[in-house]
């Protein structure tokens, strides 16, 4: 497909500038391909099947099978027709998980990616998944059993927090990944034409809920700006596995959004030993004050002898 693409644009184009811009494309699609396994076989049909009640059932290019809400604006399109969702993010976890791991799933939404974890480490291996907004929890339930995944994966619906609390929870209908503690300007939900619920969530320090885990290879942190709050609430499990993978969303505004400071996270993960690296720069190391001046990314934290 992807050499068939690259030839057809050739022809519509038909300029010699675009044959490096188009040779770059080839080469980073194939690359993914590969590393996904293969992901135009029979496994993957035509399209999706629709279950009533705004739900379709989509299969993922890497092999799972995901219930989604049809009326999701954010995740939920990229599924129904591609199959893939941050196809950079999927190819590093893809990567960098082994069977036997553990992975800690905290922002865990519909499940994507607790699910594609499931597969990778095998049952042998170990997931939890977190996530505070109730209708994605379910879904997350539902999509972690469809796969066979619930013997080795714990979910709980819980706010990634510092500690033990009662949350004002903002529940967005169309954007319920953006669901946060934090309240969104009514402006931006009338441009978005979205609608939010204010709801209770119960906040937990997910140090707590992971006991006795033997080990921690992975974690990922995508909570839309709570995250100071939550690797506090971290900070003992992060200690404790010097050689751990922690990989995060880097959202400056969402973080103001909920009352917390850029740098105030920055300084968190410092002083746990973390030095950090872009992953839409190929991972190379970023520096402090580059990381700041970042309106958004996905930054790899780990200790320089991981």
């Given at each position: 497909m992807v050499r068939r693409t690259a030839v057809l644009l050739r022809?519509?184009?038909?300029?010699?500038?675009?044959l490096e811009r188009l040779a770059g494309l080839e080469g980073r699609l194939a690359g993914l391909e590969g590393r996904l396994g293969g992901l135009e076989g029979p496994r993957y049909p035509s399209g999706p099947v629709y279950l009533g009640d705004h739900q379709a059932l989509v299969a993922a290019r890497w092999g799972g099978k995901l219930v989604v809400d049809t009326r999701d604006s954010l995740l939920a399109p990229w599924l129904l027709l591609d199959g893939l969702w941050e196809s950079h993010m999927t190819g590093w976890l893809h990567d960098v998980l082994r069977p036997g791991d553990t992975f800690v799933d905290v922002g865990a939404n519909i499940g994507y990616y607790s699910v594609l974890a499931g597969l990778r480490v095998g049952s042998a291996g170990r997931v939890v998944s977190v996530e505070a907004h109730p209708g994605l929890a379910r879904l997350l339930r539902r999509n972690v059993t469809i796969n066979g995944l619930h013997t080795r994966t714990e979910v709980w619906q819980r706010a990634a927090w510092s500690g033990p609390a009662e949350l004002q929870f903002h529940q967005r209908l169309h954007y319920s990944a953006n669901s946060s503690v934090g309240p969104v300007a009514p402006e931006t939900l009338e441009q978005l034409a979205d609608e939010e619920q204010v709801v209770q969530v119960q906040g937990v320090a997910v140090d707590s809920l992971l006991g006795d885990l033997g080990?921690?290879?992975?974690?990922?942190?995508?909570?839309?700006?709570?995250?100071?709050?939550?690797?506090?609430?971290?900070?003992?499990?992060?200690?404790?596995?010097?050689g751990i993978s922690i990989m995060f969303e880097w959202s400056p505004e969402q973080l103001i959004q909920v009352g917390s400071r850029p740098g105030e996270l920055v300084d968190l993960l410092e002083g746990l030993g973390l030095g950090f690296c872009l992953l839409e720069d190929g991972l190379q190391p970023i520096e402090r004050s580059r990381l700041l001046s970042l309106g958004y990314g996905n930054v790899l934290a780990r200790r320089s002898s991981a």
């Open positions: 022809k519509l184009l038909g300029q010699e500038q675009t080990r921690v290879d992975v974690l990922k942190v995508d909570v839309e700006g709570a995250e100071v709050h939550a690797f506090t609430g971290l900070a003992g499990t992060i200690a404790a596995h010097a």
